[in-house]
């Protein structure tokens, strides 16, 4: 069974760092993972889409990593701004599953200070 | 139109009522997924569609829960007398089909029976 974790469940930083979020999965049998954004009490906001044949995405000052045998990705944000707290989840889209559901972690919940 | 639309974003319903939420996916999108987010935790797969044909129910909780896309566009998810375990925000995602391809969610429906 495909499990996705998350570490750390919560992160506090100063305005200005950099940060990287992780993220891991059981079963290397995906097709891509995708990182999303959850503002409190809102839906998911795409952010990143890797594929399984790529390594990374970037988009602005969020770059996403993708070591699919190693089961692992990292979303790194470059800069961070107190407009970047939110709630960052990952999830794969396994081998078997309904043409793409997803399976998702619990999420890293940021908060960035100003 | 411009984006996944979901109905009611909040609704209250009294244990054993009826109740049913609407999804309206992006315009030509072909599968279409619900999935139940509890509190603090990531969202979980309940069923899919592609196009009218729901060919994954496997998620849904229990005979409770009943979905439809009749017309292969908006879909309804009904949940026929509610219980408090019911309570939660429900997502709906759209895709354009296919295993590798990005998902778009709508703001979510959140749900508490009291």
């Known amino acids: 069974k495909q499990e996705v974790t998350q570490i750390p469940a919560a992160l506090s930083v100063p305005e200005g760092e950099n940060l990287v979020l992780n993220c891991s999965f059981t079963d290397s049998a995906i097709y891509n993972l995708q990182w999303f954004r959850q503002d409190p009490g809102k839906g998911l906001t795409s952010l990143l889409l890797?594929?399984?044949?790529?390594r990374e995405q970037t988009s602005g000052r969020l770059n996403a990593s993708l070591d699919k045998s190693s089961g692992r990705s990292t979303l790194y944000i470059a800069a961070s701004q107190p407009g970047d707290s939110a709630t960052y989840l990952c999830?794969?889209?396994?081998?078997?599953?309904?043409?793409?559901?997803?399976?998702f972690g619990k999420g890293t919940k940021l908060s960035v200070k100003p | 139109g411009a984006g996944v639309s979901q109905s009611p974003r909040y609704k209250v319903a009294k244990r054993g009522q009826d109740v049913a939420l609407r999804c309206d996916p992006i315009s030509g999108h072909v599968s279409l997924f619900w999935y139940q987010q509890a509190l603090g935790q990531g969202p979980e797969f309940l069923t899919y569609f592609q196009n009218e044909a729901q060919l994954d129910k496997s998620g849904l909780p229990s005979d409770r829960f009943f979905a439809e896309r009749p017309e292969g566009s908006v879909s309804t998810l009904k949940i026929q007398r509610t219980q408090q375990e019911d309570s939660a925000v429900y997502l709906c995602?759209?895709?354009?089909?296919?295993?590798?391809?990005?998902?778009?969610f709508g703001q979510g429906t959140r749900l508490t029976v009291v």
């Open positions: 890797i594929q399984s044949s790529q």
């Open positions: 999830a794969v889209s396994k081998y078997g599953g309904s043409q793409g559901n997803l399976i």
């Open positions: 995602a759209s895709t354009t089909g296919g295993v590798r391809t990005e998902a778009f």
